[in-house]
């Protein structure tokens, strides 16, 4: 248990140094992510939606079910919405000032899409269903004592993540969803943290799908019913060991539609 606390208080001040996508690719065309931390450049076409998450402090589970979880704290529209051909990779890079992802943080990386049945400039956020396209969980046994996680993944990308956009997803613009969700304080369950510790870190990202696709999106949730806080995957201990082998990645299974289009392009 004092092991726990220690580790915990170690992690607190982190809080207020959490990285933000800072920057996305798309069709190899580089954007600034929103950034609500500067009035400056940052908030110029970028396809990032923007947020009031100033210090980029993380959502929790009894945020899961709440307006926040969908895109952010004060989560809005992006004005801009950035081309990418189906088929292709948008990159995304967390990253803050000097403030890389904190390694300590390690957690599965998870990517959603929704439609927006028009202008994502404009979408009610509520009305939005989303898939996961992606996800990547617990990796391996090796080099830390937690494992090695799909965040480690990240850090060792220069802080970035990739996501596939499937070949044969239909044009029209949509809201991709990516998030990291934390899971080193998720053995802990009172206060503010019931019923546990496990941080959501979400970032919508408006998108223009471009080519000649006709999958549409179907059988998609809104994001305030992908997660429960007590839910396998948000509870555990990731201290106890490196082997997580097993280890239930939150939120619903992969859309069949990115499994179907994965099979198309190997
Ligand atoms: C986005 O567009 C709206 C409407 O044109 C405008 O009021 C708002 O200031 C813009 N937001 C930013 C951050 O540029
Ligand atoms: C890591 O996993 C491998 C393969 O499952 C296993 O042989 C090895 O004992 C594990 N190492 C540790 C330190 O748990
Ligand atoms: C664990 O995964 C990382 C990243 O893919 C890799 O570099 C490393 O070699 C893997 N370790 C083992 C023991 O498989
Ligand atoms: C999306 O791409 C299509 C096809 O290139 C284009 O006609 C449309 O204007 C684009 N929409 C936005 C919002 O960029
Ligand atoms: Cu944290």
């Known amino acids: 248990m004092f092991a726990k606390l220690t580790l915990l208080l170690s992690t607190l001040p982190l809080a207020l140094g959490h990285s933000l996508v800072a920057d996305i690719w798309a069709n190899g065309v580089h954007y600034n992510g929103w950034d609500p931390n ?4 940052y908030r110029v076409d970028t396809p990032g939606w923007y947020t009031t998450n100033i210090g980029g402090s993380p959502l929790y589970p009894i945020d899961a079910n709440q307006l ?65 396209l992606a996800q990547r ?9 937690e494992g090695y996680w799909a965040s480690d993944e990240l850090i060792a990308d220069d802080g970035s993540w990739n ?29 503010a943290y ?19 696709g006709t999958r549409s999106v179907v059988g998609g ?15 555990l201990d990731i201290h106890a060991t490196n082997d997580h082998s097993g280890y239930p990645i939150p939120g619903p299974p992969v859309w069949t539609g990115a499994l179907a289009a994965r099979q198309l392009a190997a």
């Open 38 to 41: 500067t009035a400056g450049p």
């Open 68 to 132: 926040q979880i969908i895109c952010a704290r004060g989560g809005s529209n992006a004005n801009f919405t950035a081309p990418v051909a189906a088929g292709s990779d948008v990159r995304l890079r967390w990253w803050q000032v000097n403030v890389a992802w904190p390694e300590s943080h390690h957690g599965p990386v998870i990517d959603y899409i929704a439609p927006c049945n028009g202008p994502c400039s404009r979408v009610d956020p509520t009305t939005l269903k989303f898939v996961k």
């Open 137 to 145: 969980g617990w990796i391996n046994n090796s080099t830390y004592q």
């Open 163 to 191: 996501v596939r956009i499937p070949v044969d997803l239909a044009p029209g613009e949509y809201v991709l969803r990516h998030e990291i969700i934390a899971l080193h304080v998720a053995f802990t369950g009172t206060g």
């Open 194 to 212: 019931s019923p546990s510790g496990a941080e959501f870190y979400p970032q919508c990202v408006n998108l223009n799908v471009t080519g000649s």
């Open 221 to 235: 949730v809104d994001a305030r019913e992908l997660y429960r806080g007590d839910k396998p995957g948000l509870t």
